[in-house]
């Protein structure tokens, strides 16, 4: 393709709002516009990179069995209903009505979709394993799009749905997937870190994120110096600093030599430094008690104290009984925070927030800051596990300016529910292998999930089996982001001059550039293009009428991987026996130096490079 037929503006300014080199790259090589906040328009070289990342992903699902579909963008509003989330979802999911009333949204996700389809036709256990999968925009409304196509308002996802009958078949594909998603990735030249992840608050058994390091990256990633364990801070465990109680009687036995627990004044002390300070001991000694409001929380409450007489609620017809909203006192030990995904995976909640201070004054009848798991009967105490190794602790008396010393887990207080909601750090020890754990920043490119029988429930999904017995299917879900998978191809693979391409996503193969596009230099280009494209590679030919400076700068700055420079003194070289020898440059670009091949060689050279990049 010549330059001039096609349409690639590049730019030597970039947006101010442009910080992360893969947005200011992709608006300078003229892949990409922007059309308002979190809205891209792709030009046709970033068109024909997206298509390739696009087709290496159609590939590899079509590899492992998985089959496309094409549903529409645009969904009724009713199967997001039925499955709930078209109030769960809040003010990312954009809602919009017909001309008749008709609600719809605009997806943001396809599980309701693919359900909705899945439940129309299945009928036999002979349908199943079935995996399904599309290729689609998606809309959501972010707060706070950012740093280009990485963060939109639309983008297009691989998203794929797989349904089964049983636990053993859904992993098998969830195995699959995975697979099918570390060559995807490695086939795009890009080093992902898969991470365990948070697998939600309803019936999810399994998650894992594949990131990408990132200094803008919205995730904090735990990783073990010795081992492999890698996983997001939402999910990350760790091994205990101590070992936990695990009867009356140990507890009993620690408490022993405690003194009796005793009420002190704390007059003007508030904070965990404060109490430090005032009792001159650490942070590890103290019990710190925090007020939470969960909503949607789908475990059973009618024993819970303060909770019994909590009403429930049914989203939907398929959908589990929950209580709309309760409250829950989370103890853990005072140097430690409480991760409050690990919290809502607990509770099976959809959102935990903490209380605001009016609620906080209700529970604990006392001012902010004086809550402890002592005594408190007006909401249900949930102990992190740190907290049931703790035999001689400071914590609030639920008293203005009051707190308790020589507090034993066990012997003074006691749990509802005991549980891991603690947030895991650098430096505290793998729950694998017991190595250091250290924290990186990364960017999540896709997710496989599964889901259980969430939507297949609520929204009323079933089979027949041999005998004739009905059953709900089990479900997973396994996404990418396409463009923000292209995004990081670039953050991974360029320099200060541009893009430097891997081979398999570049938007063509080589680009020749002519000295001066004239004479015999412009039959030479016009000869080696079309060699090169009969050896079926893609390639552009910068045939403008610019210098040869301003092209070689846009060469680099687009980076397709070769780089053919034709010029009358290369191709009138001679041999040393004095016969003609005609010369072109080449050079990669992810390397500094050029060298000179013979004109009759050089299109040979370049596709072989390329072929065998092609094939790793
Ligand atoms: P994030 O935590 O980054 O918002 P997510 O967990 O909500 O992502 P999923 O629902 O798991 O995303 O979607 C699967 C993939 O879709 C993500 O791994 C990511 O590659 C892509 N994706 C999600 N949101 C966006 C977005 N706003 N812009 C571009 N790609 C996105
Ligand atoms: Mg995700």
Redesign the pocket.
């Known amino acids: 393709m010549n330059f001039s037929h096609t349409f690639i503006p590049t730019l030597r300014e970039v947006p101010g709002d442009a910080v992360i080199a893969s947005h200011r790259l992709m608006f300078r090589a003229g892949m990409i516009r922007k059309l308002s906040n979190g809205l891209f328009a792709y030009l046709p070289l970033g068109l024909r990179s997206f298509r390739k990342v696009e087709n290496i992903i159609r590939e590899e699902m079509n590899a492992i069995g998985s089959l496309e579909i094409k549903p529409t963008v645009v969904v009724p509003g009713e199967l997001w209903k039925e499955s709930g989330r078209w109030d769960a979802m809040g003010d990312a999911l954009l809602r919009v009505k017909n001309r008749q009333g008709a609600d719809f949204v605009v997806s943001p996700?396809a599980e309701e979709a693919f359900t909705g389809i899945v439940r129309d036709e299945l009928s036999s256990y002979r349908q199943l394993p079935l995996s399904l999968y599309q290729i689609n925009t998606k809309y959501?409304d972010?707060i706070r799009?950012r740093y280009g196509?990485?963060?939109?308002?639309e983008?297009v996802?691989k998203?794929a749905y797989s349904y089964h009958c049983d636990d053993e078949s859904l992993d098998e594909h969830y195995q699959a997937q995975g697979r099918a998603y570390r060559r995807i990735f490695k086939r795009c030249g890009l080093t992902v870190i898969p991470v365990k992840a948070d697998s939600g608050a309803m019936g999810g058994s399994g998650s894992e994120?594949f990131m990408v390091e990132s200094e803008v990256g919205?995730?904090t990633l735990l990783l073990c110096k010795s081992c492999d364990y890698a996983a997001n801070v939402e999910k990350a465990e760790c091994k205990l600093d101590y070992s936990p109680r695990f009867s009356q009687e140990m507890a009993d036995r620690a408490a022993e030599n405690i003194p009796p627990m005793e009420k002190i004044d704390t007059p003007n002390v508030k904070t965990i430094d404060e109490l430090c300070t005032f009792l001159e001991t650490d942070a590890k000694s103290f019990v710190k008690t925090l007020i939470y409001r969960a909503v949607n929380v789908e475990l059973d409450l009618s024993k819970a104290p303060g909770c019994e007489k909590l009403a429930k609620h049914k989203a939907s017809p398929g959908a589990p009984e929950t209580y709309p909203e309760a409250f829950f006192a989370v103890a853990i030990r005072g140097d430690l925070d409480v991760n409050e995904v690990k919290l809502a995976a607990v509770l099976k909640a959809s959102e935990v927030a903490l209380a605001s201070d009016a609620d906080v004054e209700r529970i604990t009848a006392a001012p902010v800051g004086f809550a402890g798991p002592v005594g408190l009967p007006a909401a249900p105490v949930l102990l992190d596990q740190t907290v049931t190794g703790m035999n001689d602790a400071v914590t609030g008396a639920l008293e203005k300016d009051r707190h308790y010393i020589h507090a034993c887990y066990g012997r003074d207080f006691n749990a509802w529910l005991t549980a891991d909601v603690r947030t895991v750090k650098a430096g505290d020890f793998c729950p694998v292998c017991g190595g250091e754990l250290y924290e990186k920043k990364g960017?999540?490119?896709?997710?496989i999930f599964k889901l259980g029988r969430k939507y297949t429930r609520s929204m009323g999904v079933s089979y027949l089996d041999e005998n004739g017995k009905s059953h709900v299917p089990t479900m997973g879900c396994y996404?990418?982001?396409l463009?923000?998978?292209l995004a990081s191809i670039i953050e991974e693979h360029h320099d200060e001059q541009g893009i430097v391409w891997p081979v398999s996503s570049a938007p063509f193969h080589v680009i020749i550039v002519p000295i001066k596009y004239q004479g015999q230099v412009k039959d030479v280009c016009n000869a080696l293009a079309a060699e090169l494209e009969t050896a079926g590679l893609e390639v552009l030919l910068d045939d403008r009428d610019e210098r040869a400076g301003v092209k070689f700068n846009d060469a680099d700055l687009i980076g397709i991987p070769w780089r053919i420079v034709v010029g009358d003194k290369n191709l009138a070289a001679v041999s040393s026996g004095g016969t003609p020898a005609p010369k072109v440059e080449l050079k990669r670009r992810s390397e500094k130096e050029a060298h000179l091949a013979d004109l009759d060689k050089a299109a040979a050279e370049i596709a072989e490079d390329v072929r065998a990049c092609l094939a790793c």
Do not use: A
């Not at 196509?149 to 308002?153: A, E, I």
């Open positions: 996700t959501r972010e799009p196509v990485m963060r939109g308002r983008f996802m998203d994120e919205d995730n960017n999540e490119l896709g997710h996404g990418i982001g463009d923000r998978t």
